[in-house]
């Protein structure tokens, strides 16, 4: 088999490396048919498939085999093979599947974004405004924890987490040692240190980063501001820690830097994972050489007041044609 | 009287011990396994036996032998999986309790067909009596020379170690028995690769129910052919059914594959009728994930002809009239059952069990235990029930591993067949706390002629 197969996603075929994930080759063609992925990260070996949100119908397995797949795979964990055909957002029983995987996250997920500091850059967010349904059917208490403190620096916040274990990858492979885990099972499980110790690693921030969620939050960034009020400014020092390049993003209130993350692509996962040095330590505009405004392409609420683009946002006219073609959205509220 | 090949001497005293073993022509698989035959030919045997895989999904054990790795100077290994959880079945804690070496002999002529040095009896850590009793007789067994070093002069070394599991039913999915042998949380892994390519610890690994490994004995002594003729189709040999529920006489049976339900229920020789002369409501099939069933599509087809107890007959009709083998665990409830509280006892199980990985499972067995609890403590409306359906839709196929769907299938079905019980509970909320539905028309005989289902 030579080393470039050709996949065609939505009816785009693009050429990719033979192994590349069906995400993957779907990032590779970027635009709407890239599936969201909460769990998957591409830079932590062994993580996707568990919250089933990027799940794909593969209508032709491959030239040789061209049975289509029995089920919805998760594309993140699925590779490529050659002549292989996948739906993501053509195919109208992925949309659904999809929907329905988004209202489960959303049963226990407690829905404070209006005190939580993921608000206006939470993955969770973004898919419930995109997938999710205006009201829920769940009507049963939500299952709640207590809030930890794991270390000085970074707090737990279980009731919102959506279990994607990216933070326990991110212990076991970015770290020197295992410092967290899962707990328990079922929907009763939860992260957890072992015996509540604090998680003492130069790299354990990036735990923040890498949670799409609002579960672990950066204590010295809680509650100081949202994060659409903030501008992010990428920016670089020297850091003197071997395996940390100091390359992040600054985010600014006027003069004062309130937080300082590691910086993101287009698909929210982090570039280079960053010490906690440069990310709790490093909060004055001298420490840092700043390079530009970081680009955000990002459709959410982060976005709307970003320098970057200094045209108005559309004022927002209801349009009948458009309307009549989304009724079925639109109706979504009462029925469905 | 049927023929029997697991529970042939099961009840001769003292069974369980090698001398009475032996005496009753154990081990003989071995000696000839070992002195005439060569791995091939064992795996071969076992295909032309059509063995299928005794845990659940009736794979055919000798298609999975021959699909594992065979990667020079890389370990393989057998696993017997003895993680016995599902409710309504426990044919294999019997198995293991009564005749240990049936299971041993089996490991050993398994292992060395698939080339495993070091095996590993996989039991479900709240068997304590069943590890005791599977150390004594590996011990008597190693005493005896039929383990360990050089086992009979053929140059084969095994080693069989027993490890009891630390009580979570998701153990019993192949890969999560896996990551929890290898000492971490039995989180159920992505597939592929399966385990015939890289399983435990990365080497191919075949994973095998105890049944399973334990019919390897009589295919090897009388030949996978004449294991063939067993049975019906493509379901072949015996099978070892739990029968438990409302019957006059629940236990374990080893039924030939192809036994009408019929005579299985109302027949003196298995489980003699239904208890108390009551009428029988429904029954399922294999175990509590397989979908429920009403009497009369028990008994028969939707087109009225008789079904049997096998792979085919027994999910004739797909979801819509069928159910599955599964692992055999048969639950007959009698007229005073109530359905909706079964639904629910089994959703609150696989709520219980569910592992948390990926979120439908996670999420969707709470929520359905939730809902069905609200039924049946009579606070239930009709929306319940299609919001239900809609939950079971969404957790179906859309889990890395079958818990999920062997959690909406019970739920599934017993809204797709009990729907009136349902609804029976939601309109008179306080006659449903006092009293049962009853019988109702579940138990009506299908004529033989086309009948159209409802769904």
Redesign the interface.
């Known amino acids: 088999m030579s080393d470039k197969v050709k996949v065609t996603i939505d009816g785009i075929t693009v050429e990719v490396d033979n192994g590349t994930t069906i995400l993957n080759a779907a990032r590779q063609i970027g635009g709407d048919i890239v599936p969201p992925a909460m769990c998957y990260y591409s830079k932590l070996e062994g993580s996707?498939?568990?919250?089933?949100?990027c799940?794909v119908k593969v209508t032709k397995g491959s030239e040789k085999d061209p049975r289509p797949m029995p089920?919805?795979v998760?594309s993140c964990?699925t590779t490529v093979m050659d002549g292989m055909e996948v739906l993501n957002i053509t195919s109208p029983e992925v949309l659904e599947?999809r929907a329905?995987?988004v209202?489960?996250?959303l049963?226990?997920h407690p829905l404070d974004c209006p005190v939580c500091d993921q608000a206006g850059e939470c993955d969770l967010q973004n898919l419930g405004y995109e997938h999710g349904l205006q009201k829920t059917?769940?009507e049963?208490e939500r299952r709640t924890f207590d809030r930890i403190d794991i270390g000085d620096k970074i707090q737990l916040h279980m009731n919102r987490c959506?279990?994607c274990?990216r933070c326990v990858f991110t212990a076991d492979q970015i770290t020197n040692k295992r410092v967290h885990?899962?707990l328990?099972?079922?929907?009763?499980?939860e992260i957890s240190t072992y015996i509540q110790q604090a998680v003492d690693s130069d790299f354990s921030g990036n735990v923040i980063d890498v949670c799409p969620v609002g579960a672990l939050t950066d204590k010295t960034f809680r509650f100081k501001n949202r994060v659409w009020f903030t501008k992010p400014v990428d920016a670089h020092r020297n850091c003197d820690h071997e395996k940390c390049n100091g390359k992040v993003t600054l985010w600014y209130k006027g003069e004062d830097v309130l937080r300082v993350t590691a910086r993101k692509d287009q698909f929210g996962e982090v570039e280079e994972f960053i010490c906690n040095t440069c990310r709790f330590d490093k909060k004055a505009t001298s420490d840092w050489t700043i390079e530009h405004p970081t680009h955000i392409d990002d459709t959410s609420v982060i976005a709307s007041n970003h320098y970057e683009t200094l045209k108005p946002l559309p004022v927002i006219k209801p349009n009948a044609a458009l309307q009549a073609a989304n009724e079925i959205e639109l109706h979504k509220t009462v029925k469905y | 009287m049927s023929r029997k090949l697991l529970l042939e001497h099961i009840n001769v005293p003292g069974i369980n011990t090698l001398e009475v073993y032996r005496q009753k022509g154990g081990y003989r698989a071995v000696e000839k396994a070992l002195k005439t035959l060569t791995p091939e030919e064992i795996v071969e045997e076992v295909k032309k036996s059509g063995l299928r895989g005794r845990g659940g999904a009736g794979f055919p054990t000798g298609m999975k032998w021959s699909f594992l790795a065979k990667p020079e100077g890389v370990a393989r290994y057998l696993v017997c999986n003895a993680d016995e959880s599902e409710p309504g079945t426990f044919k294999d804690r019997y198995l293991m309790t009564h005749i240990p070496h049936a299971l041993i002999e089996g490991m050993i002529v398994s292992s060395f067909a698939l080339g495993a040095k070091v095996s590993y009896i996989y039991v479900r850590g709240e068997m304590m009596p069943q590890i005791r009793i599977l150390e004594k007789a590996i011990a008597e067994a190693k005493a005896a020379g039929w383990l360990g070093k050089n086992i009979l002069g053929t140059g084969y070394d095994l080693e069989l170690y027993v490890q009891p599991g630390g009580g979570?039913y998701?153990c019993g999915e192949e890969t999560a028995l896996l990551e929890s042998l290898e000492g971490k949380?039995g989180n159920p892994r992505?597939k592929p690769p399966f385990p015939a390519i890289a399983g435990l610890y990365g080497c191919p690994t075949v994973v095998n129910n105890v049944e399973s490994i334990a019919a390897v004995v009589p295919i090897i002594n009388d030949g996978g052919d004449e294991y063939a003729k067993i049975g019906i189709g493509r379901s072949t040999g015996t099978k070892l059914i739990s029968a438990s529920g409302n019957l006059v006489k629940p236990g374990v049976y080893e039924i030939e594959l192809g036994l009408p339900v019929e005579e299985f229920i109302y027949s003196d020789e298995y489980c003699g009728g239904i208890a108390n002369g009551k009428r029988l409501k429904a029954t399922v099939a294999g175990g509590s994930s397989v979908p429920i069933l009403p009497a009369n599509l028990t008994l028969k087809y939707a087109n009225g002809e008789p079904r049997l107890m096998s792979y085919e007959s027994l999910s004739e009709g797909g979801f819509a009239t069928g159910t599955m083998m599964g692992s055999g665990g048969f639950i007959a409830f009698d007229e005073d059952q109530c359905i909706v509280r079964n639904t629910w006892n089994f959703s609150r199980f696989y709520?219980?069990?569910?592992?948390?990985?990926?979120?439908?499972c996670?999420?969707?067995?709470?929520?359905m235990e939730?809902v069905l609890h609200k039924i049946e403590h009579g606070h239930g409306s009709m929306e319940d029930v299609d919001?239900l359906w809609?939950?079971q839709?969404?957790?179906e196929?859309?889990?890395?591993c079958p818990l999920g769907d062997a959690a909406a299938w019970p739920v599934a079905s017993a809204i797709r067949h009990f729907r009136d019980e349902f609804e029976w509970h939601i309109k008179e909320p306080a006659k449903s706390q006092t009293q049962n539905y009853g019988i109702a028309n579940y138990a009506v005989p299908i004529e033989k002629e086309p009948v159209t289902e409802e769904k």
């Open positions: 996707g498939g568990k919250c089933r949100t799940i089920k919805l998760a964990r599947a329905g995987v209202e489960i996250l049963i226990n059917r769940y049963f959506i279990l274990y885990g899962i328990n099972r079922g929907d009763h499980s | 979570a998701i949380r992505i709520h219980h069990e569910s592992c948390g990985q990926c979120s439908p996670r999420e969707g067995t709470g929520w939730k919001l809609d939950i839709r969404k957790i196929g859309n889990t890395i």
